[in-house]
Every structure is written in C-alpha cells, then in structure tokens.
C-alpha cells in the first residue's frame, strides 16, 4: 500500500480467504484491506494516538439515513453526551478529494448534525466547522485536537 501524509505506526495485517486483511482497533477485528480502509485505518490511529480522540467515542461505518435512503459514514466520533462530534470521508489515496466529496459529507451531515467535518484520501485533509444555526461552514488550519472540541 502507499505511503501516506499521515503518521505511521505498527499495523496489523494477515491473510483472510486470499486476501490481505487489516485490524481495526474500533471494531476489533481484521477488515478486508482496500485502498480506502489502509486510509481509514491510518486515519483513525492519527485520532487516537496523536489528536486525542478516545476510541471508546468512535464509530466506523457506522449506518445512517438521508430521504430514506440508507448511507454508511466512515469514521463517526461523538462527545460526552454522546452527540455527533466530528464526521469523517475517508477517500483512497488516489481518489481526488473534490467537490464531490464534500457535498457527500453534506449529505451525511443534514441529519447527524456533526460540529466538525474532516475529508481526507490520507494525502491532504481538510477540516471544517460546522455552523447548525446557520447552516454554513467555515474551513479549519488543522485537524483539532479532541481537547480542543471539549470546550
């Protein structure tokens, strides 16, 4: 798999029915390894391991439902209340991350109501607050901090 512009760390990999499988942490068990979940995976260790994002907080792809139709959000992180945090699109490394992919993230977002909305294809990430009231949003100079988000 490529490298990517996120943080390495000591993966888990194994055969799985001829295929290569790697370990989510979140789910406790081997995924079959895709282009987008070697993102995902890489993704969600720079949350807990370097962004301080409590793993017993987050859910991978975690279903919803937008005008009745079903959709699956990557990465799904809640506070203390258990409320929609911050919403991640995980994108393959060379799958453009464009208009397209925020207005996916949008659709996600109409219903979970998410504060932060992050989009990445594990090259370049994009981070954004999310204004309810106003239903607008306002692009972020990094990924925050969980702590950050607490306040």
């Avoid at 390495?8 to 990999?13: D, E, F, G, M, Q």
């Avoid at 009745?68 to 809640?78: E, M, N, Q, S, V």
């Avoid at 799958?95 to 989009?119: D, E, G, H, M, P």
Wanted: charged content about 20%; hydrophobic content about 35%; some cysteine.
């Amino acid at each position: 798999m490529n490298s990517l512009n996120l943080p390495a760390y000591k993966y888990r990999i194994e055969q799985n029915g001829g295929k290569l499988a790697i370990f989510d942490p979140i789910r406790k068990k081997f995924i079959i390894l895709t282009p987008e979940e070697w993102v995902r995976q890489h993704f969600i260790n720079y949350l807990t391991q370097h962004l301080g994002y409590p793993a017993s907080r987050i859910r991978v792809e975690s279903g919803t439902s937008y005008n009745k139709r079903a959709k699956r959000t990557d990465i799904l992180i809640y506070n203390d209340e258990l409320e929609p945090l911050v919403l991640v699109e995980c994108k393959a490394a060379h799958v453009a991350v464009n208009q397209s992919t925020f207005n996916q993230i949008s659709v996600y977002n109409k219903t979970l109501k998410a504060k932060v909305l992050i989009c990445s294809n594990g090259m370049v990430h994009y981070a954004c607050r999310y204004d309810a009231g106003n239903e607008s949003v306002s692009f972020l100079d990094q990924i925050p901090h969980y702590s950050d988000l607490k306040t």
